[in-house]
């Protein structure tokens, strides 16, 4: 993983990023200043009328101006404009964060001929300071003439912070002799442990879904992706993860069946992707850890272990050194307040080799098989605890040099 900030205008890098544009979706960005010159950091998304919005929103208490607006504004209508800023979060800025983030809905809604209610703002980064309003507003024409469907990858950029690369995927499914697109961005790579999605994650399909059916997708697919991540435990204040249905293909996804099943699993799996990929991303990460619990009486307590092992700065530190230092994941487990966690059914496993067995060290482990598989740089961590049939799962990453460094840096 590199920490070197992205290229001002990476168009030289194009060709590494595959996906399939999404009829009925057009993206445009633009350089407004926001926090840096000549940086990529306002994205507009123009959704065909008629367009499907399914969405989910963090859980934090102090949710941004911008969540709090598009919330409002998804409770009357559905939007035709999606307005990303980065570099300033426009949270814990009070009344006058929204009054900013209406001005630049109603700034979107002039340029486009339709309604602010149909405009729905999101912002990301520094929080507490305020949003430049008038350079957003200066930068809108722009964006706007960028308009296109196949600026996907533009946009991926455009919505970065401090991560690395963008993240994007595609995948089509056939049915019918028709074709279904579904096309996801995200960005994210610290304040993660989302409690409903990442950061920030915009999903599109060109095919027809009415709005109840889209957000049960979007909530099950959510469940099984963004809500299993973890960097850092902290939950953003901006978090927001759209599904949209553009209708503009020539599939309708049923509320069941066969169709809707596998459309669900279309969605789910690039939920996964990026969802993966914001935890290899994460920042000054060099592993991906997968913590996998088996064995547990319900899916809550499987939780509960696999996300006390997942946010131990030991554990995490232990695996930036490549130090199979066990104790750390034993000891993990044992404060997860589970009741009556019976020790000697608990087993624990580097991948394939088993470690602890019996409430101690395996008898036929050794610290050179266990630092073999920390070097790797995808790792699971299974943990079973041998008291039921309930299994969960969570990805997570190392805590790295980088990652105190970016953060300490992050607002100079």
């Not at 290899?280 to 319900?298: P, S």
């Amino acid at each position: 993983m590199s920490t070197m900030e992205q290229p001002l205008f990476p168009d030289m890098e194009h060709s590494k990023y595959e996906f399939s544009p999404v009829a009925g979706v057009r993206l445009g960005t633009a350089c407004a200043g926001i926090k840096k010159a000549e940086h990529r950091d306002l994205v507009l998304l123009e959704l065909a009328a008629g367009s499907q919005v399914a969405a989910v929103f963090t859980r934090n208490a102090f949710r941004a101006a911008p969540v709090l607006l598009a919330q409002r504004h998804l409770a009357g209508n559905m939007p035709r404009y999606l307005l990303v800023n980065t570099g300033y979060a426009n949270a814990g800025t009070g009344e006058q964060g929204l009054q900013d983030a209406e001005q630049c809905c109603r700034a979107v809604a002039k340029l486009g001929g339709c309604k602010p209610e149909e405009v729905l703002p999101f912002s990301t980064g520094v929080i507490g300071e305020p949003l430049p309003v008038e350079r957003i507003i200066s930068a809108l024409p722009t964006a706007n003439a960028a308009l296109a469907e196949t600026g996907w990858e533009d946009a991926a950029w455009g919505i970065m912070t401090t991560d690395t690369v963008p993240k994007l995927t595609s995948r089509t499914l056939q049915t019918g002799g028709q074709q279904i697109t579904v096309t996801g961005m995200a960005k994210g790579a610290g304040m993660i442990r989302p409690d409903m999605a990442t950061m920030l994650a915009y999903i599109a399909t060109d095919a027809a879904v009415e709005q109840p059916v889209l957000q049960q997708c979007l909530q099950q697919a959510v469940a099984h992706s963004f809500n299993r991540i973890t960097v850092d435990g902290d939950t953003s204040t901006n978090d927001a993860c759209l599904l949209i249905a553009t209708g503009q293909g020539d599939v309708t996804v049923p509320a069941s069946g066969e169709v809707h099943d596998a459309f669900v699993q279309l969605v789910q799996e690039v939920c996964v992707e990026l969802a993966k990929d914001i935890i290899k991303d994460g920042e000054g990460a060099t592993k991906l850890i997968n913590i996998e619990v088996t064995g547990g009486q319900n899916e809550a307590e499987c939780f509960t272990v696999a996300y006390t092992v997942a946010h131990s700065p030991l554990v995490k530190t232990a695996f930036f050194a490549a130090d199979p230092n066990w104790g750390r994941i034993l000891a993990a487990v044992g404060r997860a307040e589970i009741a009556a966690l019976e020790l000697e059914k608990v087993r624990i496993f580097l991948d394939d080799v088993c470690i602890v067995t019996n409430g101690a060290r395996h008898p036929a482990y050794t610290e050179e098989k266990g630092r073999q598989v920390m070097a790797r740089n995808e790792i699971t961590v299974r943990l079973e605890l041998g008291r039921g049939e309930a299994q969960a799962n969570v990805w997570t990453c190392d805590f790295s040099y980088d990652y105190v460094r970016i953060n300490a840096e992050y607002r100079t």
